[in-house]
């Protein structure tokens, strides 16, 4: 995640953002989602391959391989310790992983943002806009959060148009910085609390 994110900052108090911190070190599990264990780092890196997947994300491991992937495991499961991460995988079947879904938090301002991709078999048939939502409201409710904070490449049209859907707010552009240096454009979106529950409600 760039460091210049969120772009609105509301402090939270102690209590609240040690209560985020716990919520985080207490989730196993997001919709259908089970947390990232290191050995899904073959099926990961099998998902994670496909340009089709890889291309539009930042935050990914470069280069792409077994080792990188379990890195990338690895410090998920020390984010979800520190309370500020998770790595979720959606598990199909053969063993195979049909979706990721890669949460940070920022306990500080009660912000989240959540990342991921589908297996592209499973691309434009709306699973990925319910799927979002479902998400979406999991880190309002189970993780306490206050705001979200959204990004996607000026190409990513499905996501950009996910987002609008939902009725995220665009915040405009940041440079976002990819784990190898290198950079991207990146238009932003957030949503607030009160903004999801006016929009969705809360189950
Ligand atoms: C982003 C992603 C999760 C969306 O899931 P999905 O199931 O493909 O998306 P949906 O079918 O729910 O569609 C979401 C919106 O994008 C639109 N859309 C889907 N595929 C599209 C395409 N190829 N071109 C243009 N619009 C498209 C849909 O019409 C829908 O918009 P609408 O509600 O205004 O009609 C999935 O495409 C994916 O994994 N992409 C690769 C990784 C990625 O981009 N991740 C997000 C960045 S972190």
């Keep these: 995640m760039a460091d210049t994110l969120p772009l609105t900052r509301t402090p939270a108090s102690p209590e609240a953002a040690e209560a985020i911190r716990a919520a985080v070190r207490a989730a196993t599990q997001m919709g259908d989602s089970r947390l990232a264990r290191p050995e899904d780092a073959r099926a990961l890196l099998a998902l994670l391959s496909d340009p089709a997947v890889h291309a539009p994300i930042y935050t990914l491991p470069r280069p792409l391989t077994q080792e990188t992937v379990a890195m990338f495991i690895d410090t998920h499961l020390a984010e979800r310790e520190a309370g500020i991460g998770l790595l979720f995988v959606r598990e199909g079947e053969d063993g195979r992983v049909m979706g990721y879904s890669d949460v940070q938090v920022w306990p500080q301002w009660a912000a989240g ?91």
């Excluded at 799927?131 to 189970?142: H, Q």
């Excluded at 910085?177 to 006016?198: C, H, I, K, Q, Y």
């Design 113 to 203: 943002e959540l990342g991921g991709a589908l297996h592209p078999s499973l691309h434009g048939k709306g699973t990925g806009g319910r799927g979002a939502a479902a998400s979406f409201a999991w880190m309002f409710t189970a993780l306490k959060l206050d705001l979200l904070c959204e990004t996607a490449a000026l190409t990513n049209v499905p996501t950009q148009r996910l987002l609008d859907g939902l009725g995220f707010r665009r915040m405009g552009e940041v440079t976002s910085v990819r784990p190898d240096g290198s950079t991207r454009a990146s238009l932003v979106w957030e949503m607030t609390r009160a903004e999801w529950a006016a929009r969705h409600g809360f189950d």
